[in-house]
Every structure is written in structure tokens, then in C-alpha cells.
């Protein structure tokens, strides 16, 4: 290689580094976080299939992270700082995507010389793909991908060029060394699949000699081989993963092939337009109201720089299609137009080939953002493209060829580069990282330090909880800031729960947690079954930002419980802002325990379970999913939940809306000559709507359609038409309610129970109407009719759409708003209906001492009990099925006590009233109502707003939670009534009420044609006329709590055995039982995985204990039915990690055997 | 009349009455279903004519992949500028028939080079 190139390389790669570390801090934030501050914790991490974490957590691809770790952590534990290992970690990505790009060049095109070498690489690096997608993303494994993805390129071309076998071992070994870069499937089929293309295109295209193919197929297929057993330690993880039920229960909980349908649906239509992806731009950043720094981005969107980009890219591929006859050049052509092709996802032309294959083969799922993993290929081409367009270009203006080079060095070193000698690549559009002397700079304040190696002197196997919890992102008020993942984990080293990531089981878990600590003064219950010893207050974050509750107030919250000594609970120790409160040793369950007593759960259990019976230590939550054989003969404790909840109106229910998306006009009845292509029209009509949730609208209106069929048919007095209708509307029923249980996994909004759950409500019971009318009609007494209305209330009961009950009345139970509970009922009891006090619940309601209500198709008349912290309506008997409970709306309080009514009216400049509400309870949902008349003016707006909004940044620009304008009316000149219900963001501590009014202005109706005018405020000003609202009788009340119980509590405890362990590892415990009088549960509480297995030692031997007594508990954890008596040692392992050893050995040996064949070859050519 | 003319005539007439029975295929759609718009039938449909005819001539016809490239870089320059000057529909438009053309010259390239390299 030439000495000055690579001086030249070198110089760019250090340059670089000292612009990006110039802050001599640590780089960090978005999904990589701050890995580089403690690279031994990421070691640990990595370095074994079961990580402690959270409620500890299987991910089985991070064992490939495991090299990586190792070289670094070690250098650290040295005394180098995080911030010169990830400098040298950067150096060294930038100086061999330089390097590994000029040799690829040069191999493919040897006639073109130095300075297409060096284009190809400059270009490599400094792109507007790589700018976004590599460099800016900062994922550190895609950015390591990217750069050694043109040395193995590279060294597999030699390998072909040379008829070197030897080549594939060194293609493995370096993957090995960087497996780093794999650890994500998509770099594994990227960089396989373009592997074969050149493969292919060698086969096809240049190798005409028989033994030349025979040998690249070998050759493929030992890389291939030897590529999979040097990396087979990982591989198998990544394979055994993606079968195992964790990953499956993932995938079904987060994602489905609609959901990804989706997200590839809008991520196409942004990022795959034709004229982004030529220029590899990316289709949404480079345009639109920004907050980078100086809007550095728009730059590149701007009509000059437009221009430039397009007569680059112009030149570069017309000049390569000039030297088509030239075999690289057709294949990096043809590469360049499959990348462009597959990055623009199902997006036009063509993209319904994508679709179709998206849709076949799971594997593609991994690419729903097409653009962002398969945009690699994109830049990859083109880089080796633009060495030979830009020298052939130059050549054909022999006299300014040299003006011509320095030109293009210009546009990539210069224009394209800039961001990156300027360190703009590592900014983003959010204050601080938006400031270009900070961007994404991580400082870790000091104290993480001395309270994480407290904390692990005073720990054992428990966790801790961090509170206020948010989700998976945070703003960190660090002295540099910091926007990214939540870095509890990387932080401390004993496990905690500090964020609400989407994991199945955990997610449930966390989102609950805040909640029933500030509901609940004995939340010690929730500790002891989650194993948790400290809650940490921790306030150094933006909690406006993180939309995470005030620490302030969880400050306030948390010493409120350290001083009551029913919470359990004492302030433990601070570090800087950090605060702990530890609970008492004896209401922590240990790790590994027997169950004492069981409590049979459903579905829908949470852990607030805990708090509807007198919970006991040893206590095992035991939802009814799981197999009951073993609960056979045994006392047990009964929770059944609501699974819906209906909000009826009143007694005008099933009320009847001939609106056209309820009943659409009919002309023909099913008997009629057309109706064949009336249905074929409505199948091609359904054929045309791409969206699922225009497809299902769509055929809800089809639905009506043919009770309306039948409707005309009855008047018509066709009976054939009636039950062909009828039949149809039967058929389709369930089509429709299996597509709203499934957009209602996907696409139902947060305070709704179902997807759409008002408008279909109010469908579907105009549905209900119809149906009724029909048993009072001319074929009454046809058995279509009631088979159809059994039909109706079975499916929409099922799909939570309507109640199943019809709704009774009585003289003094007459139907006013009833809320109907639904329940599933899987043991026949007698259970007691609770519903659980909250901070609103009874304290708001009127309640008399005896209440009716509905059970099923009975008026029952109970007397209510208040015991504790749950009000009971009295015991009834359940058998097994579906059950509904249903109150008249309950006498509620208005939580607005004095300031009802009132004016509000805005002369000049606007004018505000806020309310603050009283004893907000942010988990309870709200009627708020007032009545409204504008006498003059503009009309209002009626906000909502809470102490967790974005901060605004001036007056006009402020974030409500909920707003909505209310316009005066142009024709009723008197009150009109306004109300909605409220559901706030469960993270607010407090709320208030805003109405704000504007002066009338009509400065832009007058100045329409130079509208700008108005912006001059004295102007504007001078045509402002008062605005004049009255509000009177403003109420808001809060609603009966959504969720009620059927309790069971007769259950006892039974004589558990006592059982010790011992930890081993993270992924093996040891354990004694002693005692045991057979068949136990046996509670591990470490996140339920089917890849945790029990065994019991008999003898020498370890027998382990059938996969049908493994069981779910505590609505997280695992268990085992244990059925021996006596005295005996068990163990848990997790079986990946038995993989894992077998893994290793495998890689090892393979790398032991190559190094062994090289050593011999090299020995024996050396002694020739 | 000259042979060449005869096949430009007859190509001519073809990709008329492609056009006037897409048109009227799309107008058919349109008027039987009111949920389906012109625009959304033809945003789906015309890359997929356009790709069959011109695969049609390209192979069909024997034309030459250098006449396809030719036609595709003014459409390319031409989706360019206007994207220069923000008219980003007109130009994805374009763009795209750009690209669909260029797909059907690539695959034309490739079937040629592989022709050869068996002639040899």
C-alpha cells in the first residue's frame, strides 16, 4: 500500500478523533448508551446467556459481545480512561473502513490508480448514509460492522483471486475477533448475502474454467463452515434465541407481522422516495424545523447543495455506465440498484415484490426498516462506483484532470465531510446534545461510584428498585447531559428495576410499580415478592422530558414512608443527590423459597393482588393458564379480575344511529340478480384498502349493510332474502371481532379497552337494536334470528365490545348510566365483590348503605362493607363462564368545590383562569363537564395540565396534556353543554384546569393578501376587539374505578419444607430441601424463562424434573412442583448457558486446529 | 416504408392502446369502487405497465440496453431539478419511472453479458 495514502489515512483517523473526543469525555447515549464508563460491568454483562438484571433477562446474542469486552475491560482495569479506549475504538473503525475500502477498490479496479482508491474510501466514510444511519445512530456494533465490512469483502476477493483456501480461516478468524459486529442478525444476512452475490456473480459472470467454479463453491461453502464453528459460541445463541419461547413470547407481545406490516408500511413511505435514497439521504432528516445547532442539517436540503448532490451522483453513474463493458462495474451497478430496490421497502415501483416477500419469509421481519438496515449495501456500491466515475469523468477533460480530482476530494473531504471535522455527526436536535461543544459527551457524575460499591457490600442476590421509573429512554441532568437508554445497569452492579422496557413478563411488572407504591402504604408486600431490598431515589434527570413523575415528589413520598412504620420501610444511606430507604430484613422472601399458601389468579393478574387479601411471606400469586392438576384437593386462595368493563349510557341503550358508517343506504336484497356483483364490487372495494384498520372499518359498514338487507328484506316480506342477509352478517361477525383483538395488540390507544372501543360500542349496539326488532317482527319466530343474536352476544362479549347480559330493570333498580363488569370465572365459588379503595374511591361517591345491582340475568339488593383498604358488595356463588356485574352510576361529589362559574374575557392580549385541582389522583379517569356560551368574540380553550408537561419556552408555546378549542357557535346564541373524560398520564402528581381566551382579531382577513403585515404586533393589536365567554357548572367527578375482584379467601397455608441454596453463577443455583412431606411448589424468583430447568440429585445422578412442572408464579417468576419427600439436593440451571460451554469448545477447538494447520504449512514450506 | 419505421409505427400503436386500456381499466376500478381514487390505482399500477412494456421491448424487440439507458438519464436529470426546487411529487414520480426503467436495463445488461460470456 502507498506510504503516503496510508499516512494520509492516519492523519484523517487521528484528526477525527481528537475533533470527536476533544471534550475528553466519553461519547454516549441512544441505544449504546454510556458503555465505555465501566467496561468490566459490560463484560459481566456480556459474559453470560442469564443477566442478573431487572428480573434477570435472557438475550441470547450477547455472549458475542464477549471479545470485545474482554480486550477493552482489561485495558481499563490498566488505569486508561473510557474515553482513550473509545477514542482508540473509533481511530482504529475509521483508519480500517479507510483502509479495507482502498484495498477492495484496488483489487476490483487495479487499472484505475490511487486517487479512485482513495475516492472510493473517502467516500466510504464521509456519505450522507453513513453520516445518518452509521455515524450519527451511534449503535457502536453497526458502526464496527460498517467498517470491517469492505475488509472481509476484501480479504474473501483475495481469497478467490489467489485460489487460497487459507483465506477463509482468516475471514473467520476476524469475524471471530470482531464478533462485536455481529451481534445482531441482520449484519449476519447482510454480510452473507453479499458474500453470495459476488459469489454468484463470479460464478456467472467471469469464471468460464469448470475446476475456477468448482473451487469458489468450495471456497464458499469452507468459509461458510469455518465461519459458523469459529463463531459457533455465539451463532448457537443467536439460533437457540430465536426458537425459544422467550424471544417467541417477545415477538407476540411486542410485535406482530400487522404491527410490522405497519411500521413497514410508514417507514417505506418516508424513508423510500426514489430521489433520497439515489442521493443516500435519508428521507426526514435533513428537512423541516429542526433544533441542531445552527440547523446544520437543513444544509444539505438547501437548492445548491441539492444541486451539487444530484450533479455528483449524476456524473458518477453516467461515467460508470460509460464502462459498462466492464464486469465490476455492471456488478457494482447492479448492486447499487438491488440495494436501492430493497431499501425502499414495499414503497413504489415495484415494492409489492418486497411486500410479498416481507410477508413469506419471518426471517425478513428483522428488515421492516428497510432503509436503516439494508441502506449499508446502498453506500457500500456507490462508494466503490464513485472511484471509477470520478476518474473517468476527469479523464475525459484531460486538460483540467487534475482540477477535476481535487474537485471531487473537495465535495467528499469538504462538503460531505464537514459534519465531521466540525463534530456535528455527534449532535442531535435535543438541548444539550444540540450545543456543538457538548453534543453527545457523556461525564458520569462522581458519586455513581461510591454508591454502587455500597450498595454491592450491602447486597446479596436482592435487587432495588430506582424510582421516579420511566420508560427505556431518559434525560440525565449530568454535567454534560445525556439522552439515551436508562443506565441503571451499567451504573451499579447489583440488579435493579429502573426502567419500564418492553420484556414480556418484566414490562408488566414495572409500569405497575409506581403506581402501588404511592397507593400503597404496605408496598413491602411487592417487595418481598419481588425479592427487592432498597427503593433509590434518584432526581438528577429532566422528568418533564423523561415524562417521568416529579423526584421532588417521590422525595416527599418516599420520607413520608420511612417515618411510618407500617411501611417497612427506613432511609438507608445518600450518595450526592442518590438517596436509599431499605425495607426491614423480615418481609423479604429470599431468593429461593417454598410456597406457603397459593393464590389462584387469572390473565389478568398484577401484583396489586397482593393488596386484595391478607397477603402472608411465602405467598405465591398462581394464575389459572397454568396447569391446576396439582392444586387438586389443596385450600387455595381465588382472585378473578374484570376482563372488560362497559360504560352503558342509560336507558336508551341499545340505542339505534342511522349514521351512513353504522347502516349504509340499501337499493337491492339478497335475492335480487345483482347482488352477486354487489358483493363482487365490495370485495374489490375491500381490495383497494391497504390499511387493516381502513379494511376493518370498511367491513363494520358491510356489516350494518346487511342488517339493513334484512331489515328491507322483512319489510318486503322475502324470507329467503332475510336469512341470506342474516347468514352473510353471521359469517363475517367473526372475521371482524378476530381484527379488533388483534388491532386492539397493536393499534388501540392507552385508556381505551379495546381498539376503537367508543365508535364500536356505539355500532355494534345499533347492530343490537336492529337484532332485537327483528324478534318482534314478521319472522319472529325464525330460528336465523335467534341464532344470530346468540351469535351477536357471544362474539362482540368476547371481543370486550358489548355486555353480554341483556340489562334488567326494576322499580328501584331502573337503568340509569350503568357500568357493566365482565368476568371469566375458570373455579366454581363463592366470592365476595371487591372493588379496591383508591384516592378518589369511595371518598367522591355517595354511597348508600345498601346498593342494587345487576348479577347476569338477577337484581340483586347488598349491603356494603368497608373493611381495610377495599369496599365489598357481599358474596355470591359463581359457576365456571362468563359472568357481568352491573351498577347504576354511583352519587358522585363534584371534586370542584367553589369556582363553578365564572367569566373569562380577553380585551387586549389573551387572558388565562387556572384551576388547580384538589387531591389529583392521576391513576383514576375523570368526568369533566361545565355548560359554555361565547357572548362575543373568539370563543376559548379549554386545556388540561400537568406538572410533568414539557416546559414551554415562551408564552404562546405551551404544552398542554390535553387542549381542545371550543368556537363559538354560529347559529344557538345560548349555554351549550361541554364534556369529555379525562385519563391522565399515570406519571403526573398533579393537575390543573386552564381556560384561556383571545381577543377577536380579524387583522389577517383584512390583510389577506400580505398576511405578513399582522406580524407587526402594534398593527395586529389595533384591530383586536374583546372576546367575552361565560363557563357555569363546572364539574369534575371521577369515575368508578375500571378494574373490580371476585375473591375467594378461604384458603390455608399448608407445611412447607425449609430449603437453602447457594448461588453458583448466574445461571446455576444449588439447593437443600429439607423437610419436605411431597408435592411443594418451589418459588425461584428470577424472570420466567423455559430455558431454567430443575433437577434433583439422586445419588450421583441429577434427575431432572419434567418441563410440565414448570410453571409460571407471581406473575413473573419461575416454579417447580417438586413431589419427594424427605431430605434432598436440587439444582436450577439455565440450559443455554450448558450451550454456551459447548459453544466454546467447539469455537476453540476449530481455532486451535486452524492455527495447528497454518503452523504445519508454514514449518513444512520453510523446511523445503 | 423502411423496417425501422415500421417497427417505431408499430410500437407507437402498441403503447397507445396499452395506455387507453390501462385508462380505461383504472376508470373502470375508479367507477365501481368510490373508496379506491384515481391517483392511488395509478400510483400502484403504472410502474408495473411501464415495466412490462418496456421489458417487452427491450426483449421482445431486441432493442438495445444503451437506447434504454439513454431515455433513462434525462428522466433522471429531469426528476433532479425539480427536485432542486422542492417539487418533491413530480419528481418522485419521475424518479420512479426512472427507476423502473433502470431495473429493466440492468437485468437486459446482465442477460446480455451472460449471452456473451456463453458465445465466447
Not at chain 1, 59 to 77: D, H, K, R
Not at chain 1, 591 to 619: C, G, H, P
Request: glycine share 6%; aromatic share 18%; hydrophobic share 45%.
Amino acid at each position: 500500500m502507498n506510504k503516503k495514502v496510508l499516512l494520509f489515512f492516519l492523519a484523517i483517523s487521528f484528526v477525527l478523533v481528537c475533533v470527536f473526543f476533544r471534550g475528553r469525555s466519553l461519547l454516549g447515549g441512544g441505544e449504546s448508551g454510556a458503555a465505555f464508563y465501566d467496561l468490566s460491568r459490560m463484560l459481566t454483562i456480556s459474559g453470560s446467556t442469564w443477566v442478573d438484571n431487572l428480573l434477570g433477562l435472557y438475550i441470547g446474542q450477547v455472549v458475542a459481545n464477549i471479545p470485545f469486552f474482554t480486550v477493552l475491560s482489561f485495558l481499563q482495569i490498566q488505569g486508561i480512561p473510557g474515553y482513550i479506549l473509545q477514542a482508540g475504538f473509533f481511530f482504529v473503525m475509521i483508519f480500517i473502513s479507510l483502509v479495507s475500502m482502498y484495498l477492495l477498490s484496488r483489487e476490483i479496479f487495479p487499472k484505475y490508480g490511487d486517487g479512485a482508491w482513495v475516492l472510493s474510501s473517502l467516500f466510504y466514510l464521509f456519505n450522507l448514509y453513513s453520516l445518518v444511519n452509521i455515524w450519527g445512530r451511534f449503535l457502536l456494533n453497526m458502526m464496527l460492522f460498517y467498517s470491517i465490512l469492505p475488509l472481509l469483502v476484501w480479504i474473501f476477493v483475495l481469497g478467490i483471486k489467489k485460489k487460497n483456501y487459507g483465506y477463509s480461516i482468516i475471514i473467520s478468524a476476524l469475524s471471530a475477533v470482531f464478533s462485536y459486529a455481529f451481534s445482531t442478525p441482520t449484519h449476519v444476512i447482510i454480510f452473507w448475502g453479499l458474500i453470495l452475490l459476488f459469489v454468484l456473480f463470479y460464478l456467472f459472470f467471469i469464471f468460464v474454467d469448470r475446476k475456477k467454479r468448482i473451487f469458489l463453491i468450495k471456497y464458499l461453502f469452507l468459509s461458510l463452515l469455518l465461519w459458523t464453528l469459529f463463531n459457533f459460541w455465539w451463532l448457537s445463541q443467536e439460533i437457540y434465541f430465536s426458537f425459544s419461547g422467550f424471544f417467541k413470547s417477545s415477538v407476540n407481545l411486542f410485535f406482530t407481522s400487522s404491527g410490522n406490516q405497519d411500521a413497514l408500511n410508514s417507514l417505506s413511505a418516508i424513508l423510500g422516495k426514489i430521489a433520497n435514497l439515489v442521493l443516500l439521504k435519508h428521507g426526514s432528516y435533513f428537512i423541516g424545523d429542526n433544533q441542531f445547532a445552527y440547523k446544520w442539517t437543513n444544509f444539505y436540503s438547501g437548492p445548491i447543495s441539492v444541486f451539487l448532490e444530484w450533479l455528483f451522483t449524476l456524473t458518477v453513474l453516467l461515467m460508470c455506465v460509460k464502462r459498462l463493458r466492464k464486469n465490476w462495474v455492471l456488478f457494482f451497478i447492479g448492486l447499487f440498484t438491488f440495494a436501492i430496490f430493497i431499501s425502499k421497502g414495499n414503497s413504489p415501483p415495484l415494492g409489492e415484490i418486497f411486500n410479498f416477500l416481507f410477508n413469506k419469509f419471518s426471517f425478513l421481519q428483522f428488515f421492516r426498516n428497510p432503509f436503516e438496515k439494508l441502506g449499508i449495501l446502498m453506500s457500500f456500491s456507490m462508494s466503490l462506483l464513485v472511484g471509477v466515475g470520478c476518474i473517468e469523468f476527469a479523464n475525459l477533460l484531460p486538460k483540467f484532470r487534475k482540477l477535476t480530482i481535487i474537485v471531487y476530494f473537495i465535495y467528499i473531504l469538504v462538503f460531505l465531510g464537514f459534519p465531521f471535522w466540525t463534530g456535528l455527526v455527534f449532535t442531535n436536535d435535543k438541548p444539550p446534545a444540540n450545543d456543538p461543544n457538548i453534543g453527545i459527551q457523556v461525564q458520569v457524575p462522581d458519586y455513581y461510584k461510591p454508591a454502587s460499591s455500597w450498595l454491592a457490600k450491602n447486597m446479596g442476590l436482592e435487587r432495588f428498585i430506582s424510582f421516579p421509573l420511566g420508560g427505556e429512554g431518559i434525560f440525565y441532568n449530568w454535567p454534560k447531559g445525556y439522552i439515551g437508554v436508562e443506565q441503571a445497569a451499567v451504573l451499579f452492579s447489583n440488579p435493579s428495576i429502573s426502567n419500564k422496557v418492553d420484556f414480556p413478563y418484566y414490562s408488566q411488572i414495572a409500569s405497575s410499580l409506581e403506581k402501588l407504591f404511592i397507593t400503597h402504604t404496605d408496598f413491602y408486600k411487592v417487595a418481598s415478592v419481588l425479592n427487592v431490598k432498597y427503593l433509590l431515589l434518584r432526581p438528577d434527570f429532566d422528568f418533564q422530558r423523561s415524562t417521568m413523575k416529579d423526584p421532588a415528589l417521590m422525595n416527599v413520598e418516599l420520607d413520608k414512608k420511612a417515618n411510618n412504620p407500617e411501611s417497612m420501610l427506613s432511609f438507608a444511606q445518600s450518595f450526592g443527590p442518590l438517596k436509599f430507604y431499605k425495607f426491614a430484613d423480615n418481609v423479604i422472601t429470599p431468593f429461593i423459597y417454598a410456597a406457603k399458601r397459593i393464590v389462584l389468579t387469572d390473565n389478568d393478574s398484577t401484583l396489586e393482588d397482593l393488596f386484595a387479601y391478607d397477603f402472608q411471606k411465602y405467598d405465591v400469586l398462581y394464575p389459572d393458564t397454568q396447569p391446576t392438576k396439582n392444586l387438586e384437593g389443596r385450600d387455595f386462595i381465588g382472585i378473578v379480575h374484570n376482563q372488560a368493563v362497559f360504560q352503558i349510557p342509560g336507558p336508551e341503550f341499545p340505542l339505534f344511529s342511522l349514521t351512513p358508517d353504522t347502516f349504509p343506504h340499501v337499493s337491492k336484497t339478497s335475492t335480487s340478480f345483482l347482488y352477486p356483483l354487489i358483493l363482487l364490487r365490495e370485495k374489490i372495494d375491500l381490495m383497494f384498502l391497504s390499511g387493516r384498520e381502513e379494511r376493518v372499518n370498511q367491513q363494520i359498514i358491510l356489516l350494518g349493510k346487511r342488517l339493513m338487507e334484512a331489515k328491507k328484506a322483512e319489510e318486503f316480506g322475502d324470507l329467503k332474502a332475510f336469512n341470506k342477509s342474516l347468514t352473510i352478517y353471521n359469517d363475517e361477525l367473526p372475521k371482524v371481532t378476530t381484527t379488533v383483538d388483534e388491532l386492539t395488540k397493536t393499534a388501540k390507544a392507552k385508556d381505551e379497552q379495546i381498539w376503537h372501543e367508543k365508535s364500536l360500542f356505539r355500532i355494534f349496539s345499533s347492530h343490537l337494536n336492529l337484532i332485537n326488532n327483528f324478534k318482534s317482527g314478521k319472522f319472529a319466530n325464525e330460528e336465523m334470528v335467534s341464532r344470530t343474536l346468540a351469535n351477536f352476544h357471544t362474539r362482540t362479549a368476547k371481543a370486550k365490545i358489548i355486555p353480554y347480559y341483556d340489562l334488567l330493570t326494576s322499580k328501584e333498580f331502573p337503568v340509569s348510566e350503568r357500568l357493566v363488569y365482565q368476568f371469566d370465572v375458570s373455579e366454581p365459588s363463592d366470592y365476595e365483590i371487591v372493588i379496591l379503595k383508591t384516592d378518589t374511591f369511595p371518598y367522591y361517591f355517595n354511597l348508600k348503605q345498601e346498593v342494587e345491582f345487576q348479577v347476569d340475568d338477577k337484581v340483586e339488593k347488598r349491603r356494603i362493607e368497608f373493611s381495610g383498604n377495599q369496599v365489598s358488595f357481599g358474596s355470591i356463588h359463581f359457576e365456571k363462564g362468563i359472568h357481568e356485574i352491573s351498577f347504576n352510576k354511583l352519587p358522585q361529589v363534584n371534586t370542584i368545590q367553589t369556582f363553578k362559574d365564572f367569566n373569562i374575557e380577553a380585551v387586549s392580549g389573551s387572558r388565562e383562569i387556572e384551576i388547580p385541582l384538589t387531591k389529583f389522583d392521576p391513576y383514576t379517569q375523570y368526568d369533566i363537564s361545565f355548560d359554555y356560551w361565547t357572548r362575543y368574540g373568539d370563543g376559548f380553550t379549554f386545556s388540561v395540565g400537568l406538572d410533568n408537561d414539557l416546559p414551554s419556552k415562551n408564552k404562546e408555546d405551551v404544552h398542554y396534556y390535553y387542549t381542545t378549542s371550543i368556537f363559538p357557535d354560529n347559529y344557538f346564541y345560548d349555554f351549550k353543554h361541554f364534556s369529555t373524560i379525562f385519563t391522565s398520564d399515570p406519571s403526573a402528581s398533579s393537575a390543573k384546569l386552564v381556560f384561556s381566551a383571545k381577543p377577536w382579531n380579524d387583522c389577517i382577513a383584512i390583510y389577506f393578501k400580505t398576511p405578513d403585515k399582522c406580524k407587526d404586533e402594534v398593527l395586529k393589536n389595533s384591530f383586536d376587539r374583546p372576546t367575552s365567554n361565560t363557563i357555569k357548572n363546572l364539574s369534575i367527578v371521577p369515575r368508578l374505578p375500571r378494574s373490580m375482584l371476585l375473591l375467594d379467601s378461604k384458603g390455608n397455608g399448608i407445611e412447607a419444607p425449609s430449603v437453602d441454596f447457594n448461588k453458583i453463577s448466574s445461571t446455576k443455583y444449588d439447593i437443600n430441601v429439607k423437610g419436605s412431606t411431597g408435592n411443594f411448589l418451589l418459588a425461584f424468583s428470577n424472570l420466567y424463562d423455559a430455558g431454567w430447568q430443575a433437577f434433583i440429585k439422586e445419588g450421583d445422578k441429577l434427575v431432572k424434573l419434567p418441563e410440565a412442572n414448570h410453571v409460571l408464579i407471581n406473575d413473573y417468576a419461575n416454579g417447580w412442583w417438586v413431589d419427594k419427600k424427605g431430605d434432598f439436593e436440587m439444582t436450577l440451571e439455565f440450559f443455554p448457558e450448558k450451550m454456551l460451554r459447548v459453544g466454546w469448545a467447539i469455537s476453540i477447538a476449530t481455532i486451535l486446529g486452524c492455527a495447528a494447520l497454518f503452523a504445519i504449512l508454514y514449518l513444512r514450506k520453510r523446511f523445503r | 416504408m423502411k423496417e425501422r419505421t415500421k417497427k417505431i409505427f408499430g410500437l407507437t400503436i402498441v403503447v397507445f392502446f396499452g395506455v387507453c386500456i390501462y385508462l380505461g381499466f383504472v376508470s373502470l376500478l375508479t367507477y365501481i369502487s368510490y373508496f379506491a381514487t384515481f391517483n392511488r390505482i395509478l400510483n400502484e399500477f403504472i410502474y408495473w405497465i411501464v415495466f412490462f412494456v418496456t421489458f417487452i421491448l427491450a426483449f421482445g424487440f431486441k432493442i438495445q440496453s444503451k437506447k434504454i439507458v439513454l431515455s433513462i438519464f434525462p428522466l433522471i436529470l429531469l426528476g433532479g431539478i425539480f427536485d432542486i426546487f422542492y417539487l418533491w411529487q413530480i419528481s418522485e414520480f419521475i424518479l420512479r419511472i426512472a427507476f423502473t426503467l433502470w431495473i429493466v436495463f440492468v437485468i437486459k445488461l446482465f442477460s446480455e453479458r451472460i449471452r456473451k460470456k456463453e458465445v465466447n
